[in-house]
């Protein structure tokens, strides 16, 4: 059996790792004993540092307009708009109280794990946790997560999602919250 054969997949990972280390630690040796001698770059260092105010601030320039591309091709929907429906949210373990409409105190919400919204409408979800840091998360009929945001204790997250397809939607806490985890689910009904 040959010598790669043995190898597994991280091996040779750490071999090519170590290489390329060894490989910039001698380039870097080598422009530390280099970089000393004589007069003989005078000229070319005069001319780098003529222009390097120049290759700064081309970089930034670059820079700048490469984060406001990456930020427009964000994958967040731009919303904006009155909100069609309000959902006040309350994670305890291991439960979700949930009510439609604006609760003045979600701390003294008696709501339920499970409630029914319009399909095409913005509903905003304003998320608080009663005990302990949830994170409640919204999964489709095909168990994909699609929206999420932290349910945090004396703190309100607020949450803007449009359900595009009627269906039942299933809520579950994605944060480590207790023994009951698993089990702390809720329902949204989209109609």
Same mark, same amino acid.
């Given at each position: 059996m040959s010598l790669m054969a043995k190898l597994v997949l991280q !091996?040779?990972? /750490?071999?090519?790792? &170590? $290489?390329?280390? #060894? &490989?910039? $630690?001698?380039?870097?040796? @080598? &422009?530390? *004993? +280099?970089? +000393? =001698?004589? !007069?003989? +770059?005078?000229?070319? %260092?005069? %001319? *780098? @540092? =003529?222009?390097? !105010? /120049?290759? *700064?601030? /081309?970089?930034? &320039?670059? #820079?700048i307009a490469i984060l406001f591309v990456a930020l427009s091709l964000l994958p967040y929907p731009h919303q904006q708009g009155a909100t069609d429906e309000v959902v006040t949210v309350v994670g305890v373990q291991w439960d979700w109280f949930m009510i439609v409409g604006a609760n003045e105190n979600p701390d003294k919400l008696l709501g339920k794990n499970e409630i029914s919204v319009p399909v095409n409408k913005k509903i905003k979800f304003i998320v608080t946790s009663g005990d302990v840091t949830h994170s409640f998360s919204i999964y489709n009929q095909s168990g994909v997560l699609v929206t999420q945001v932290q349910a945090m204790p004396q703190y309100k997250n607020e949450l803007e999602y449009v359900f595009t397809k009627k269906g039942k939607y299933t809520i579950l806490c994605l944060e480590y919250c207790g023994l009951a985890h698993p089990f702390m689910t809720g329902t949204v009904h989209v109609n």
């Amino acid at each position: 059996m040959s010598l790669m054969a043995k190898l597994v997949l991280q !091996d040779i990972a /750490g071999i090519i790792t &170590l $290489g390329g280390a #060894l &490989l910039v $630690g001698a380039v870097i040796i @080598f &422009l530390i *004993f +280099n970089s +000393n =001698k004589g !007069d003989e +770059n005078k000229q070319a %260092k005069k %001319k *780098f @540092f =003529k222009s390097k !105010d /120049g290759y *700064f601030w /081309g970089t930034v &320039l670059l #820079l700048i307009a490469i984060l406001f591309v990456a930020l427009s091709l964000l994958p967040y929907p731009h919303q904006q708009g009155a909100t069609d429906e309000v959902v006040t949210v309350v994670g305890v373990q291991w439960d979700w109280f949930m009510i439609v409409g604006a609760n003045e105190n979600p701390d003294k919400l008696l709501g339920k794990n499970e409630i029914s919204v319009p399909v095409n409408k913005k509903i905003k979800f304003i998320v608080t946790s009663g005990d302990v840091t949830h994170s409640f998360s919204i999964y489709n009929q095909s168990g994909v997560l699609v929206t999420q945001v932290q349910a945090m204790p004396q703190y309100k997250n607020e949450l803007e999602y449009v359900f595009t397809k009627k269906g039942k939607y299933t809520i579950l806490c994605l944060e480590y919250c207790g023994l009951a985890h698993p089990f702390m689910t809720g329902t949204v009904h989209v109609n």
